[in-house]
């Protein structure tokens, strides 16, 4: 059988289909036997992460069941298996039952396209689904059919390589994205087998549904990038039983105990003021605050700010510390920027690599506001009040 020839618009479908596509002029292999080594890797790090083979069948996510047929294929192949075989770190390869798919030397594109559950049509519509039966799998497609190719993925790539590494090292956990958990630009997720990166957040608007919206820039570590809404990562999330937040090494014990109702222990609220150059921010100093809370140190927190967006990519000096008890530390942060959301910053600055980000956590209101919300939380009357940006006071509801 003659080697393939594969196009730019094949480079694209396997970019949709969650397979690197990577070019290497040292490369001893084909372009179409890297394809293949690139789909084993991506299995492989599917069992790396949850522990077991990919699953067919439809109530399987999408992403599991496209690995779970491109292992058959793999292991249907001799070619396959041979071109793979030193790289099978977990004997995937070995003592598994294989399916009665047919062999991959017999499959052309179409019929490859067909067993992986995707569909050409006249229009060369690759998004179309062979199993797809319900809406949230639809959903999902659509979500797949959004992604392009990352330009600029080399600068993302080796912030995907560190990550990796600090988890390898224990440096940073994996944890269940909970329902109080935040997204914000430089987070970093797992979601359906794949790392995400939060490049941007944009600007906040009022979505279909009357709530605040914000359209996310999500760079994947296979190469491609989508543009999603806020709300549907969160809820895609919040769906994939295996989702996770791959937390930050410096945000100490905070994000390691979010574990919902049962998170109650001692914590610190801090207050933080920036120290940036940049002029709004400046001119802001004195009633401008980023408000938090950590179960860990604050020193820790905020050790690396001056490279966080989340702390204005600057330096920061702490105005004031809280101790508190018997505390839900996460929904306690919630409440607080809740209390505070009709001031929040509004403003555009850039991250590291020159992308644009819009910080959420930083408040324009005086220290004593603060004092007294801090009051009220020990009095347990703080849900009595809001906050009166005209008055620059908290008013009773």
Request: charged fraction near 30%; glycine fraction near 6%; proline fraction near 3%.
């Given at each position: ?5 594969f196009t730019d618009e094949d480079d694209a479908l396997l970019a949709e289909l969650g ?249 610190t609220i801090y207050v933080l003021r920036s120290k940036s150059d940049h002029p709004e ?27 966080d967006p989340t702390f204005l990519m600057a330096d920061v000096e702490v105005v004031a ?77």
């Amino acid at each position: 059988m003659a080697k393939a020839e594969f196009t730019d618009e094949d480079d694209a479908l396997l970019a949709e289909l969650g397979v690197e596509v990577e070019t290497n002029t040292k490369s001893t292999h084909t372009p179409r036997e890297e394809r293949i080594i690139a789909g084993f890797e991506e299995i492989e790090r599917f069992f790396e992460q949850h522990g077991r083979l990919p699953q067919h069948g439809e109530d399987q996510d999408i992403f599991e069941r496209l690995y779970a047929v491109r292992l058959d294929q793999i292991r249907a192949s001799s070619e396959c298996s041979a071109l793979v075989e030193s790289r099978d770190r977990f004997s995937l390869l070995l003592d598994h039952p294989i399916s009665n798919n047919k062999n991959l030397d017999d499959l052309d594109d179409d019929a490859l396209l067909a067993a992986l559950g995707l569909n050409q049509t006249s229009e060369s519509d690759i998004t179309q689904l062979k199993y797809v039966k319900s809406r949230a799998e639809r959903k999902a497609a659509e979500e797949i059919a959004d992604r392009s190719v990352c330009e600029d993925f080399d600068k993302f790539k080796p912030l995907f390589e560190a990550v990796q590494d600090d988890l390898n090292q224990h440096r940073r956990k994996t944890i269940p994205f909970s329902k109080d958990g935040s997204i914000e630009s430089g987070n970093f997720f797992i979601l359906a087998g794949q790392k995400a990166y939060i490049a941007s957040v944009g600007e906040e608007f009022i979505g279909t549904d009357g709530r605040k919206e914000y359209r996310l820039r999500v760079i994947f570590d296979n190469g491609v990038e989508s543009n999603q809404l806020m709300r549907s990562l969160q809820k895609r999330l919040w769906e994939d039983e295996a989702g996770r937040r791959i937390t930050d090494p410096n945000l100490g014990p905070l994000f390691d105990d979010l574990v919902g109702e049962s998170d109650i222990g001692s914590g610190t609220i801090y207050v933080l003021r920036s120290k940036s150059d940049h002029p709004e921010i400046k001119q802001r100093a004195s009633v401008l605050h980023k408000i938090g809370v950590t179960g860990g140190s604050v020193s820790s927190r905020i050790a690396n700010a001056k490279l966080d967006p989340t702390f204005l990519m600057a330096d920061v000096e702490v105005v004031a510390t809280y101790e508190l008890y018997n505390i839900n530390r996460v929904k306690l942060e919630n409440l607080i920027h809740r209390i505070f959301d009709s001031v929040k910053l509004n403003i555009q600055i850039s991250d590291r690599f020159g992308n644009p980000i819009y910080p959420r956590e930083w408040f324009m209101v005086p220290l004593f506001v603060i004092d007294e919300v801090v009051e009220k939380l020990k009095d347990g009357t703080l849900t009595e009040y809001r906050y009166d940006p005209n008055q620059a006071r908290l008013v009773k509801i």
